[in-house]
């Protein structure tokens, strides 16, 4: 893993946790999401590998979720465009609980479509997004404890994938896109 990688792995989640508790300082109460609601919405209600477990308005207009992602088995031969998601909006971190798998970030789009604005994708998980394929990038190996801080309009997406890599998702939404209040509908 490069430096600066390791350097926002290890620092990157810390600095986010400040900068998220000092936003959120004017929302006036804290929202706790436990391992069950977790778990619950990584159950699923549909075929969507993502999960969002809650969206919470943090004041000062912004909003903050959480989501959960399950991605099985999955390769793209090197030479190979990568398929990947950019959103325009939505700043995500991610933190790998298990397994693991190869992230391709940036690269050069050599083909792109809007995800449709009345799709779920769009309207609870990640708002206006567009779906790439890409070529190059920067290639790095991220498992169980490792954290990734994906800035808005970055392609991301997985080139290898051996068995399976769950991860959860933070997502800052500086725009208010995602709907405040949301809560998985498993979660009791």
Excluded: C, W
């Amino acid at each position: 893993m490069n430096r600066r990688l390791f350097s926002m792995a290890i620092y990157g989640p810390m600095l986010l946790l400040q900068s998220l508790a000092a936003i959120a300082q004017g929302s006036g109460a804290a929202t706790h999401v436990s391992e069950s609601d977790i778990m619950a919405a990584l159950q699923g209600i549909n075929n969507l590998p993502d999960q969002q477990v809650r969206t919470v308005d943090v004041g000062r207009g912004m909003n903050i979720a959480i989501g959960v992602l399950h991605r099985g088995a999955t390769s793209t031969d090197e030479g190979e465009g990568v398929s990947s998601i950019a959103h325009h909006n939505i700043i995500e971190v991610y933190y790998v609980l298990s397994g693991s798998g190869i992230l391709v970030t940036g690269g050069e789009v050599v083909r792109e479509r809007e995800v449709p604005a009345a799709s779920e994708i769009v309207k609870e998980l990640v708002g206006p997004s567009v779906l790439r394929t890409i070529s190059g990038g920067e290639s790095v190996v991220i498992s169980e404890g490792d954290a990734v801080i994906i800035p808005a309009g970055i392609s991301h997406g997985f080139r290898k994938i051996l068995d399976s890599i769950t991860y959860l998702s933070i997502r800052v939404d500086p725009d208010q896109v995602l709907p405040a209040g949301y809560k998985h509908p498993l979660i009791q």
